[in-house]
């Protein structure tokens, strides 16, 4: 049996390319790494101080909330901002994109005079405009505490501290003591879409832990872990929140209602990674949540304008399918998901990370490829409760890479045919403990829920603490090579958000990676776009404002869930979508990109499709001369001349 199980296992592994190959798939892409600025004399710290119970765990409790974001705060048209969290100084951080044109100094996102504590961390950070005021806003998600909003004042002239109104996302008691004494959130992924239709970004607030005070050293010892290894439900959460009003101004406010969007049966999963993507063509979003110890979900957006609802779709398998291979039944750890067209077929498709550790929790990633032909077949079939995806991981060679985290789809050398970055790594450390780790998911599940009986992870152990960055490039026979080495990028050091974005507006994707207790890291793109690219930033008027083609882009909003579908000169079909922020802990900026490769610097066929502020649909065809294209969406689209 074991000869058989080798067998088995050595035939599945596709052959290597070879170092010709890896040498000449790397020639195409160029990146210099550069630091990012930090705000000065912060604290530095190399492990979280954590709730008694979890003392002798507390590097497992600090491995996760390292996040960046890329996007463009200031409004001048580039997203050359980044908001970060740096575990090592617990902040979160605002900072300018090294060598993007901005020049304001970095700051940390301080949420006085809203109560805080002690035992509250930030985990994300993820941009938006959450009152739909035409200013960049942040949301600022914890463990310890609900999220908070930094809404940007209407009198803001420049990017700095004072610019933000913090604001509860989840109204609070006041307290009298300044120590924040409401829900216990432990938040690691955020999803923001229009998910009901109405024209308005809502947010979905997924959460890990139970509601308990994970990290405080005075906290009671209720606390508790998973209580399964393959199918836990004992988590904090989902909480979907709808967008109902919002004021400008320099007292700005967004307010958002909770929804019962979720059949509660399936919403309390370990949640790591969240994101979403219109299937089926009626511009409400689907929904998939990446679970930690167990089922992922996917679910078919059923909403109507004032409310959200979804309706779990599941995969289906067939007489060779392992039951942890159809979405919906695996037993695997969900770390993060990403929607994009991999392949130009003109669908979306989705990438998620899960632990593969040769050697150790050796699952797989997924790549669940689209297999509906029409979406109106997507929509058939998630209406039967079908989810419309083949797992094509082991086929395409993306199915092991290590420990995985966030995952990034971009065309970084504008060939068209987007190269995949995963974050990979868990605790780093000079002892390896995996297979202590190994053991405790051998154990029987009625143990795991007690702390007590997790061994230990304290600081000078290692668990997948070497796994280098990954960076995934499909060769001419469909396979995908991991080419960090020949990029120069396999530092081995674990990492978890990656963001995406042209910063300096060159038509070169460049990108951040946020590391777990060690410096971000920026990587500008060498290869400028020449002709070869098309970059679309999508705006809708804001509330009751309005705009025409010779204004600039103030007193614009980002237009959420709007779809591009384009036809190259050569005939071939991309799709993506403004994505207003999904994955782990790395969110992009809000531009819709897509390299040309060869069909480059003739014009473009474009059809975009968007829902207005008042909820309604429309479609729109263009021929788009290459580069970049500022959009006003209405009831049709028209280009901003001005910026």
Not at 139 to 156: A, C, E, I
Not at 194 to 219: H, K, M
Not at 388 to 403: C, E, H, Q, S, Y
Not at 412 to 428: L, Y
Request: hydrophobic fraction near 35%.
């Amino acid at each position: 049996m074991l000869v058989l199980v080798g067998t088995l296992f050595t035939v599945s592994r596709l052959p290597s390319a070879s170092a010709e190959t890896r040498a000449a798939i790397a020639s195409r892409f160029s990146f210099t790494e550069l630091p990012i600025a930090l705000p000065p004399g912060l604290p530095q710290r190399e492990v979280r101080v954590v709730n008694p119970k979890y003392e002798h765990i507390k590097s497992w409790v600090s491995s996760v909330g390292a996040a960046i974001a890329i996007n463009d705060f200031d409004g001048e048209g580039r997203p050359n901002d980044m908001c970060l969290v740096d575990t090592r100084t617990d902040s979160a951080i605002v900072t300018p994109v090294p060598g993007g044109g901005a020049t304001y100094e970095p700051f940390v996102l301080n949420p006085a005079p809203l109560p805080m504590g002690p035992a509250i961390s930030p985990m994300g950070c993820v941009p938006g405009d959450f009152n739909l005021d035409g200013k960049l806003d942040l949301l600022v998600n914890y463990w310890g505490r609900t999220p908070v909003l930094f809404l940007q004042k209407q009198s803001s002239t420049k990017v700095a501290l004072e610019s933000f109104h913090p604001y509860e996302l989840i109204p609070q008691e006041q307290t009298t003591d300044g120590v924040y004494h409401g829900p216990l959130w432990n938040t690691n992924a955020v999803a923001v879409a229009d998910f009901d239709g109405d024209g308005r970004p809502d947010i979905g607030i997924f959460n890990y832990f139970p509601d308990s005070a994970v990290l405080d050293p005075n906290g009671h010892p209720t606390v508790q872990m998973n209580h399964s290894m393959s199918r836990a439900t004992n988590a904090g959460g989902a909480h979907v929140l709808r967008w109902t009003s919002a004021t400008s101004g320099d007292q700005p406010t967004a307010v958002y209602k909770e929804q019962t969007a979720i059949d509660p049966r399936y919403s309390s999963g370990w949640t790591l990674g969240a994101g979403s993507a219109d299937l089926d063509g009626d511009l409400l979003p689907e929904l998939y949540l990446a679970n930690d110890f167990g089922h992922d979900r996917f679910f078919h957006n059923v909403s109507r304008p004032g409310q959200i609802r979804f309706e779990l779709a599941e995969g289906r398998r067939g007489a060779l399918t392992p039951k942890s291979l159809a979405l919906g039944n695996d037993s695997f750890k969900g770390m993060s998901v990403e929607f994009g067209d991999l392949e130009g077929r003109g669908k979306f498709d989705m990438f998620v990370s899960n632990i593969t550790q040769e050697w150790g929790l050796e699952e797989s990633n997924f790549l669940w490829m689209n297999n509906s032909t029409s979406p109106e077949d997507a929509r058939a079939k998630m209406e039967d409760g079908v989810a419309p995806f083949d797992n094509k991981a082991a086929r395409k060679n993306l199915a092991w890479v290590g420990w995985g985290w966030d995952s990034k789809m971009g065309d970084f050398d504008n060939s068209g045919q987007p190269a995949i970055i995963q974050a990979t790594g868990f605790v780093k450390g000079t002892i390896n403990r995996f297979n202590w780790l190994q053991e405790l998911a051998m154990s029987n599940d009625l143990l795991l829920a007690e702390p007590d009986m997790w061994p230990k992870a304290v600081p000078g152990v290692d668990i997948s603490g070497s796994n280098p960055i990954a960076f995934w490039v499909r060769e001419d026979n469909g396979r995908y090579v991991n080419i960090n080495k020949e990029l120069g990028i396999a530092e081995e050091i674990p990492t978890r958000g990656i963001a995406i974005g042209d910063a300096d507006g060159d038509g070169g994707q460049d990108w951040a990676v946020a590391r777990q207790w060690a410096a971000p890291a920026y990587y500008r793109n060498n290869n400028s776009g020449d002709g070869d690219f098309l970059g679309l930033r999508l705006h809708r008027p804001t509330l009751g404002g309005t705009a025409s083609p010779g204004e600039g882009p103030g007193g614009l909003s980002p237009a959420y869930g709007a779809q591009v579908r384009i036809v190259t000169a050569d005939g071939r079909v991309q799709l993506a979508q403004l994505d207003g922020g999904g994955g782990h802990s790395g969110k992009r900026s809000f531009d819709v990109f897509f390299g040309l490769g060869d069909s480059g610097d003739k014009p473009v066929s474009a059809e975009i499709v968007w829902r207005d502020l008042g909820g309604a649909v429309h479609k729109q065809k263009l021929d788009l001369n290459t580069g970049w294209h500022d959009l006003v969406l209405t009831s049709d689209a028209q280009e901003l001349t001005t910026r």
